[in-house]
């Protein structure tokens, strides 16, 4: 598949252990954040969103963390599998055109 | 893939030549979007579209042109293709508020 990116930080993590990937965002107007996930050769799959009004959002083993005092965000993956191993991208939303602005991706391996 | 389909999926071309991806959804959304994604740069918007024949640009639209004539179909246009331009190429439309789903993408070979 293709390379998504040959300079990506990456998280290794042992099967089973929780995984946490953070993103810092720029823009304090930002009010929409969404987590993607990108495994090789495929195009970004969607994991889970967050409006600025809420602080914590939880999906099936995931949980999505916003705060906006230091415009931080995270991930948290519960029992990270096999198929989690893939690139995590962050993106915001600056404006009412649902443009977004996507973060430079981190790198989750899981080491079996 | 969101009934997102892009052709072609790999292309090799020659420097100065013209080039045009094809986005096609089957969802009837009124937002599409064309990203480049490149190492060390993650996805970059290219341009976009917010209905038929209404289009603008994005962060790296040097190079390229897109038109929309219906609601399904999205092209983007590299007039005369440079090697700058080798990259893997994604369409996205947004389903409800700013959540984009994205096609299987295109590899763009440029030599």
């Known amino acids: 598949g293709e390379s998504v990116g040959l300079h990506l930080p990456t998280l290794s993590v042992q099967e089973g252990d929780n995984s946490i990937i953070n993103c810092a965002y720029s823009?304090?107007?930002?009010?929409?954040f969404i987590w993607y996930k990108q495994e090789s050769g495929k195009g970004p799959q969607f994991i889970i969103d967050?409006?600025?009004?809420?602080d914590k959002r939880q999906g099936q083993r995931v949980t999505v963390l916003l705060n906006k005092t230091v415009k931080h965000l995270s991930l948290q993956i519960a029992a990270t599998q096999p198929g989690d191993s893939a690139v995590y991208f962050c993106a915001e939303n600056e404006d009412s055109s649902y443009k977004l602005i996507f973060g430079s991706g981190t790198r989750l391996l899981v080491r079996p | 893939d969101a009934g997102i389909t892009q052709s072609p999926r790999h292309k090799v071309t020659e420097t100065g030549t013209p080039v045009t991806l094809r986005c096609h959804q089957t969802e009837n959304h009124r937002y599409m979007y064309w990203y480049r994604q490149d190492p060390g740069h993650g996805l970059r918007l290219i341009h976009y579209?917010?209905?038929?024949?209404?289009?603008d640009k994005g962060e790296v639209s040097d190079g390229y042109s897109v038109s929309r004539s219906k609601t399904e179909d999205f092209l983007l246009t590299l007039e005369s293709a440079t090697s700058s331009q080798t990259s893997v190429y994604f369409c996205?439309?947004?389903?409800?508020?700013?959540?984009?789903?994205f096609g299987p993408g295109t590899r763009l070979t440029v030599t």
């Open positions: 967050i409006r600025s009004n809420m």
């Open positions: 996205a439309i947004s389903l409800k508020g700013a959540e984009q789903y």
């Open positions: 579209s917010y209905g038929v024949k209404d289009t």
């Open positions: 823009n304090s107007a930002s009010d929409y």
